[in-house]
């Protein structure tokens, strides 16, 4: 070690301000010292590396967005959810899928709303359904179901997967 201070040089009457001041020519700061390889001080960021610039790997571009968007008009997922959660239902109509992107881009919302009727009375139905899209995973839910017949869980499991394998490479 070229430090003087860790040198042990420092018991001897004058020498601890001789070596103090040798340390600080030498680049060291006090000891305390990084090896007297210098000062002991954080490392100076490349502001070309920095956080900030990097696009955030969860957050969905605008392009992506558009193309999962347009991939959920393009194919009638109203019909295709009825199928799974309803099946002895007849498809009457879906309203026009909404679509909103989160703040941070992290995740895609999509609602559906799809009217129906049901086989044994012929009763008119209505289903709402969101659909949240990350990067990670999709996820079906029902936020209301006016039908008399509940959804079986495991069938809304199925239409998830659907819809996954819909949604999957369209990101």
């Keep these: 070690m070229n430090c003087p201070m860790k040198r042990g040089l420092t018991s001897?009457?004058?020498l601890p301000i001789v070596c103090f001041m040798l340390s600080i020519l030498s680049g060291c700061n006090g000891c305390g010292c990084n090896g007297c390889n210098g000062p002991a001080s954080p490392p100076i960021l490349d502001p070309s590396t920095s956080n900030k610039?990097?696009?955030d790997p969860r957050a969905f571009t605008k392009e992506q967005y558009e193309r999962v968007r347009q991939g959920m008009y393009g194919i009638n997922m109203g019909q295709t959810l009825l199928q799974r959660t309803?099946?002895?239902?007849s498809f009457v109509q879906s309203l026009p899928v909404q679509?909103?992107?989160s703040s941070d881009r992290h995740e895609m919302i999509f609602r559906v709303t799809v009217r129906w009727t049901g086989a044994v009375f012929g009763s008119l139905y209505e289903t709402d359904f969101a659909i949240e899209v990350t990067k990670t995973r999709v996820r079906l839910s029902v936020?209301?179901?006016?039908?008399?017949i509940k959804i079986d869980p495991n069938q809304l499991k199925i239409a998830e997967l659907e819809v996954t394998q819909a949604v999957t490479p369209l990101l």
């Design 12 to 14: 001897f009457g004058i």
């Design 53 to 55: 610039d990097r696009p």
């Design 86 to 89: 309803h099946p002895t239902g």
């Design 99 to 101: 679509a909103s992107l």
């Design 143 to 148: 936020e209301r179901d006016t039908a008399i």
